[in-house]
C-alpha cells in the first residue's frame, strides 16, 4: 500500500523548502492546493485537520545555499547514526540541529545525486493518521535517478527503508524500479531510472500532495505561473514546476 504517512521508522510526515518570492510561491501553493468542494488543504498551506505538513519558509541569506527543492522529512531510528552513515555512503550533511546536551534532533543531508532531504527522530504516534478520513498530506514520494540501484542501497542504509523490485512496462521508458517499504503493509516511495532520452525530471524527491479537484488545481498552475510539466491521465497525478523552477506532484485525492 502506497501510504508514507506513517509513524514509525521509514515515515513521512512533514516536507519544507525556503523560496525566493515568497509572497508569490505561497499565492501560488494556496491557490493550487485548495481547489474543490470540499479541500484538502487552508489557504495557510496546513491541511484540513489544522495540521502543518508542509512549510514554505523565506529564501533568507543564511538559507540561500540550500538546494531549491521540497526536502521530505524521513523518521529514523538514530539521526546521529543516519547522518554518519549518509556521509560514509557517499553523501553530505548540510545541517545538524542538536539540543543542550548534544544530542541531535534533526540534519538535512544530500544524496550521492544532490538529492535533499530530512532526517528527524520517529514522533509519537497521533490518531489523526489512523483515520480514514480524506486529508491533506504527502501520499507518495517519488525520485528518477540515473542510477537507481546505487540510491536504493543509499536509502535502505540511511533511512532503514525495505526495497522491492518492481516489475516495469517498455512503454513506461524505465531502466529500473524498487518501491522503498516502510514495513509490510505500507511503502513509502519510488525510486525510479529512465532511459537517459526520457527523462524529464531533475533528481529530486518529489513530494505527491493530493487536491479535491484534479483539473482545477492544475488549470489554476498555469494561471498561477507554473508549469505543468507531465500529466498522468489514468493515474489522475501530473508533475508541475512552479513560478520559481521548483518541482512538485499533484493527485486527485
Known sequence: MQNPFVHGVGGVLSADIAVPDHERELAFYSSIL?????????????????????????????????????????????????ATCA?????????????????????????????????????????????????????????????????????????????????TEETEGLVAKFEMQIDDENSAAEICQFGSEQNEIPSVWLIHLPVDDFVESL????????????EFVEAKYAIVRDPVGVYVALQAG
Not at 542538536?98 to 534533526?106: A, I
Not at 525520485?143 to 540510491?151: D, K, R
Not at 488549470?219 to 507531465?230: F, N, P, W
Request: aromatic share 10%.
Open 34 to 82: 485548495t481547489t474543490g468542494d470540499a479541500p484538502l488543504w487552508r489557504d495557510d498551506l496546513m491541511n484540513n485537520f489544522g495540521t502543518p505538513i508542509i512549510g514554505l519558509g523565506v529564501r533568507t541569506p543564511e538559507f540561500e545555499w540550500l538546494p531549491l527543492q521540497w526536502m521530505p522529512h524521513f523518521q529514523v531510528a538514530d539521526v546521529a547514526a543516519s
Open 87 to 167: 556521509i560514509d555512503v557517499g553523501g553530505k550533511e548540510l545541517m545538524h540541529g542538536k539540543d543542550d546536551d548534544g544530542k541531535s534532533q534533526w540534519a538535512v543531508l544530500v544524496d550521492p545525486d544532490g538529492v535533499a532531504f530530512g532526517i528527524i527522530p520517529v514522533e509519537p504516534g497521533d490518531s489523526y493518521t489512523a483515520r480514514q478520513d480524506r486529508l491533506g498530506c504527502i501520499s507518495w514520494l517519488s525520485l528518477a535517478v540515473p542510477n537507481a540501484s546505487s540510491s536504493r542501497d543509499f536509502y535502505r542504509q540511511v533511512i532503514g527503508w525495505n526495497a522491492k523490485s518492481i516489475e
Open 219 to 230: 488549470r489554476r498552475v498555469t494561471e498561477g505561473g507554473g508549469e505543468v510539466i507531465k
